[in-house]
């Protein structure tokens, strides 16, 4: 009754009602409406902040050079054999070059029908040693774009695989000083993450991860309210290839190298605002 008298009467909406009208048609929800801004930013460390990737193709290569001292190369599915070895042994030897090196050695045997000399072994043991010592190339604008998110988010490295390996490769990256924190896990699942997110206590929606791999990087990040940003390598691992993200996923944003990781996370938290 009051509201139709006076001057605001006059007009047919006045303009502060329709702007707090349109702010809660457009608000999802009144929960949503102050969601937090991002918490943390992860990051891989395998072809996301270094090449590693190259080094395990190389090394196939070799495995195979060996093998064709006793079996047709183009015959054997040597790689797929490997592969289907390595896939059983995970569970066993966990990811890296160790676990590689020991199914090399198995499937080799098995492929050879138990024929391989030691010395062809040897061969082997030392493709492990070459793989396990390769260069850390960081890969272009890493550490500029890891030094700018750093700037406005705290920042994690979360990579998985063998703990010694990895923990070489991190001192010989040089970008050690960028992480206070560094997570080196066995396996990349939902769990993991969340165990990391609990001990950052920190909601999964406050959390980007930044990887090459949909499988490890992407998918359970997802699967638990997170956000991601991918950055493909020239080269996937046949295992890492397979995952079940959706290239429209509304929380998944690509970034073709590093130099857009700070915008892409920028552009996460202004629509997560
Ligand atoms: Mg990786």
Redesign the pocket.
Same mark, same amino acid.
């Given at each position: 009754m009051h509201r139709k008298s006076g001057p605001r009467a006059a007009l047919p909406c006045p303009p502060y009602e329709a702007v707090a009208i349109l702010w809660r048609m457009t608000s999802p929800s009144p929960a949503n409406a102050h969601s937090p801004s991002i918490g943390l930013v992860g990051f %891989? !460390? %395998? %072809? #996301?902040l270094w090449k *590693? @990737?190259d080094y395990y193709r190389q090394a196939e290569q070799d495995f195979e050079s060996v093998l064709g001292h006793y079996i047709d190369l183009h015959d054997a599915g040597t790689a797929q054999h490997l592969l289907k070895v390595e896939r059983r042994n995970l569970a066993v030897f966990g990811y890296g070059a160790k676990g590689m090196t020991l199914s090399m050695i198995e499937a080799a045997i098995e492929l050879t029908d138990e024929r391989i000399s030691a010395a062809h072994l040897r061969q082997i043991v030392e493709i492990g040693r070459r793989t396990l010592q390769h260069p850390v190339d960081v890969i272009d604008g890493v550490r500029e774009a890891v030094t700018a998110i750093a700037a406005r988010w705290p920042v994690v490295l979360i #990579?998985?695989g063998d703990l010694f390996h990895q923990e070489q490769k991190i001192e010989r990256s040089g970008l050690r000083d960028l992480f206070p924190r560094i997570e080196i896990v066995s396996e990349k699942d939902p769990s993991t993450y969340a165990r990391v997110l609990a001990e950052f206590d920190l909601p999964a929606d406050r959390f980007v991860m930044v !990887?090459? *791999?949909l499988r *490890? %990087?992407i998918e359970p990040v997802l699967a638990l309210g997170g956000w991601g940003v991918h950055t493909p390598?020239a080269v996937t691992w046949a295992h @890492?290839a397979e995952h079940g993200v959706s290239s429209d996923e509304p929380r998944l944003r690509l970034a073709d190298t590093a130099w857009q990781w700070p915008d892409a996370v920028a552009a996460i938290e202004a629509g997560n605002e």
């Open positions: %891989d !460390g %395998d %072809d #996301t *590693s @990737e #990579t998985k !990887g090459n *791999s *490890s %990087d390598y @890492e």
